[in-house]
Each structure stands twice: as structure tokens, then as C-alpha cells.
């Protein structure tokens, strides 16, 4: 079982920056893919950003691509979501998802998919002004 909070998110002016965190609990942090999605007002739940156990590969959706970047510390049992250039449309709830190590092939080729994560946060909101 890991649990999962998220922290960070607040109102922006379009242009500026936040950075998210997700504590995990539970001491097997270090063995589970971890991803972030986040979910606009009438809008789906979308992928926004994965990142493999070890660290050593990560994946973005292209709307954000070059702005954010996902990043974890498992000694401190966090991975972290850094968003510069904000725009208006990146408004919205943002969560972070854990799901068990999975071979590599498999991931590369799911990451982006809801159903792979088993385990979400309750979300933290974000808002940019334009």
C-alpha cells in the first residue's frame, strides 16, 4: 500500500513557475514508476508527465514538453514536478500516481495510460492568470 500527497500548487501569472512534490509513504518508494496527470474543469484526467523507478527515463505529453520537468529523490520518498513557463491552459488539478516496477518495454509503451498507476493522491490545484 503507498499513499500518496501532493503539495505545491497555488495561483500563478501565466509565464512564472511552480514546483509540485509528492510524498509517498511506505519504504518500498524506490520500486514504483511514478507519473503525474492532471484533470482541467469538465475536462479527463490527462498524463502529463512519468518517470521510471530508477530515474533514468522520463516521458512527457507534448503539451508540455520543455516546460515541466519530473524528477524524484528516493531517499526523501518524493518525486517532484517542476512547471516553468505557466500558461492559463495548464490550469487545473494536478495529481500524482504510483504503480509497482513493470518492465521497461511494457512502461515505455504505457505510461501515459491511467489504469497502469494503482495508487493516486488527492490532488493539488493549479492556477494560471493570464
Known amino acids: 500500500q503507498v499513499q500518496l500527497v501532493e503539495a505545491g500548487g497555488g495561483l500563478v501569472q501565466a509565464g512564472g513557475s511552480l514546483r509540485l512534490s509528492c510524498a509517498a509513504s511506505?519504504?518500498?518508494?524506490?520500486?514504483?514508476?511514478m507519473g503525474w496527470f492532471r484533470q482541467a474543469p469538465g475536462g479527463e484526467r490527462e498524463f502529463v508527465a512519468a518517470?521510471?523507478?530508477?530515474?533514468?527515463?522520463?516521458y512527457y505529453a507534448d503539451s508540455v514538453k520543455g516546460r515541466f520537468t519530473i524528477s524524484r529523490d528516493n531517499a526523501k520518498n518524493t518525486v517532484y514536478l517542476q512547471m516553468n513557463g505557466l500558461k492559463p491552459g495548464d490550469t487545473a488539478v494536478y495529481y500524482c500516481?504510483?504503480?509497482?516496477?513493470?518492465?521497461?518495454?511494457?512502461?515505455?509503451?504505457?505510461?501515459?495510460?491511467?489504469?497502469?498507476?494503482?495508487?493516486w493522491g488527492q490532488g493539488t490545484q493549479v492556477t494560471v492568470s493570464s
Open positions: 518517470l521510471r523507478w530508477s530515474g533514468d527515463y522520463t
Open positions: 511506505g519504504r518500498t518508494f524506490s520500486s514504483y514508476d
Open positions: 500516481a504510483a504503480a509497482p516496477a513493470m518492465g521497461s518495454k511494457y512502461y515505455s509503451n504505457n505510461y501515459s495510460s491511467r489504469e497502469v498507476y494503482d495508487y
